[in-house]
């Protein structure tokens, strides 16, 4: 039985088990970011020739198979739309029912000789044009599915106000008051309810701290403090009316400074990241802030794969599982079953962002050997199958690595 077979024959196995709600949930805990980079050596020639733009359309079943240009600002598609000479990327990226709603780049802002503020910078997508556009209004986005909505906070953290942007005019429709400081943003599966996060400081504070590389030489880096996280607690919002309830949830010892909830797959939980924890590296809480255990179907999920469940809920992505030596070095994921957690297959990628349908993924992939320096593309991974369909430019380091981000993206569903 091959991996195709083994694939099908797990999807039939559970066929019969009542299905989760539909799929995804918009913006899942931003502010996490796992990707291992493992050596920083010298760097690399480009390890891509300049690849021209392509914008093309396909059925979902049967990615890169067929090519119908379309226009790249066409939202309503199912199809593939990349652009892998672009990075960052300035036309609209997606796959499936994923769509790339915004990206940012962040900045070390220092404060003090020894503190800095770890600054974002977004571009969103405007659904009309089709393009990204610089917006520096905001210190936090998130992008509500539809692609119609984003939730936004202004610069200083923690703020005392939510911001409702209409994405194709840019312009705020109106202001959630909050009586408790948000850092932290993140819509309901259905865009119907949001969970802010909030800190009694600002989560993007950093600390100047001497570390040593592989090659034993000093360097300075700007540190997230783990251990010393002001989170308070969370509002579970209505979106539609503003209003919705607070509750209290006290750090936990191992938490890092941002530790942003997110809600479960159907909404009635949420959870963050929990560095010190066993269960995938996540805590589950209900809606008056007790911890919980984690539902039948998250419960092998882990918080820093940000693609969890497939639309269907019938599989779960997990992390890294294996590198391959090579030009470029070839990374893989594990699939598995999100009761059981039982791995069905591998996939392409060696870090999983978002499903794009239930055979398809978006992911981050290296183009670099193992031996140099990390530099991933956004690709489109198929269950499978070894072939991988570039969707962005190589993501180059951004310079000075102790002060700057790379870009980041934020994914959406349609």
Known sequence: MNVEELVREALREQADREPPVPA??????????????????????????????????????????????????????????????????????????????????????RLTGNRAVWARTYWLLDPGSGKYEKDSRWSFVAVAPGLKTAAVLERDLPAHRIGLLDLATGEVERWIPVRHGVGGLAFSSDGTRLVATTYDENPDLRTREKVHTTDGRAAWMWAARFGQSSRSGFYDLDVASGTGSWSRVAPDRDSASRADFAFSRTGGLVYAQYIGGRDGLQQFYDLQGNKVAAPADEQHLRSDVPARLSPSGRLAALGLTKEVAGSPGRSYSSVRDPRTGKEITKVRGGHLLVWADDRHLIAWERVTSLEEEYRPRLVLVTLGSDKVVPLSGVQEPAGAAESRQPWEPVFTRR
Do not use: C, N
């Open 24 to 109: 995804g949930f918009a913006d899942r805990v931003l502010g996490v970011r796992r990707r291992r980079r493992t050596r920083r050596l010298a760097s690399v020639a480009a390890a891509t020739a300049a690849v021209v733009a392509i914008a093309v359309g396909v059925p979902l079943l049967d990615f890169g198979h067929k090519a119908d240009v379309r226009p790249s600002g066409v939202l309503d598609s199912g199809g593939v739309r990349a652009h892998p000479d672009q990075s960052p990327p300035r036309e609209l990226i997606g796959a499936g029912d994923a769509v790339l709603a915004a990206y940012y780049t962040a900045e070390a802002k």
